[in-house]
T-cell receptor
Framework: DGGITQSPKYLFRKEGQNVTLSCEQNLNHDAMYWYRQDPGQGLRLIYYSQIVNDFQKGDIAEGYSVSREKKESFPLTVTSAQKNPTAFYLC?????????????FGPGTRLTVT | SQQGEEDPQALSIQEGENATMNCSYKTSINNLQWYRQNSGRGLVHLILIRSNEREKHSGRLRVTLDTSKKSSSLLITASRAADTASYFCATDFNKFYFGSGTKLNVKP
């Protein structure tokens, strides 16, 4: 999975609790991304960051928050405001350059909220 | 939305046959990428085609891009059971937009 680690693989939480998903990369990539994937669906962008201490909302940012204090780390917090948080969460990173590069993905975290 | 859409949604073929998947998108792109996802895993990059390219090959993979029709196709030749996975196209224009994927089943 290309130098990106996500932990834990499975996560269970009670409704109303905030939960933080970890994403770490040792690829020296500038940009990092968080996606959500629902069963049988494609990926939807939650947040992305192209540089330390800066990040932008994606298409479905409501109920989520992120931080980018270090280049290697981009944790995602799923807050109690997220109405339907049960999903598969994928983190990715890539080089930022004037040229185009692919994204490298972590193995994902499956979050179940009951 | 800039999101790509793959067609068909599901494809079932016999080992040794070719598999063709199509992707359509809505707006300008810098490049288009194809990814593969095994069940419950992260995505793996397969191939990238730039907006000024029309065709690209990588092993058993052949990708075409028609920017006038805003479409791309991925051909997997001589498929193997191990090719069973979901395949996604992603358009790259400031942000990535992924389609909903084609689920390929290759029967041994």
């Amino acid at each position: 999975d290309g130098g990106i680690t996500q932990s834990p693989k499975y996560l269970f939480r009670k409704e109303g609790q905030n939960v933080t998903l970890s994403c770490e990369q040792n690829l020296n990539h500038d940009a990092m991304y968080w996606y959500r994937q629902d069963p049988g669906q494609g990926l939807r962008l939650i947040y992305y960051s192209q540089i330390v201490n800066d990040f932008q909302k994606g298409d479905i940012a409501e109920g989520y928050s992120v931080s980018r204090e270090k280049k290697e780390s981009f944790p995602l917090t799923v807050t109690s405001a997220q109405k339907n948080p049960t999903a598969f969460y994928l983190c990715a990173s890539r080089i930022v350059d004037r040229d185009s590069y692919e994204q490298y993905f972590g193995p994902g975290t499956r979050l179940t909220v009951t | 939305s800039q999101q790509g859409e793959e067609d068909p949604q599901a494809l079932s073929i016999q080992e040794g046959e070719n598999a063709t998947m199509n992707c359509s998108y809505k707006t300008s792109i810098n490049n288009l990428q194809w990814y593969r996802q095994n069940s419950g895993r992260g995505l793996v990059h397969l191939i990238l085609i730039r907006s000024n390219e029309r065709e690209k090959h990588s092993g058993r993979l052949r990708v075409t891009l028609d920017t006038s029709k805003k479409s791309s196709s991925l051909l997997i030749t001589a498929s193997r059971a191990a090719d069973t996975a979901s395949y996604f196209c992603a358009t790259d224009f400031n942000k990535f937009y992924f389609g909903s994927g084609t689920k390929l089943n290759v029967k041994p």
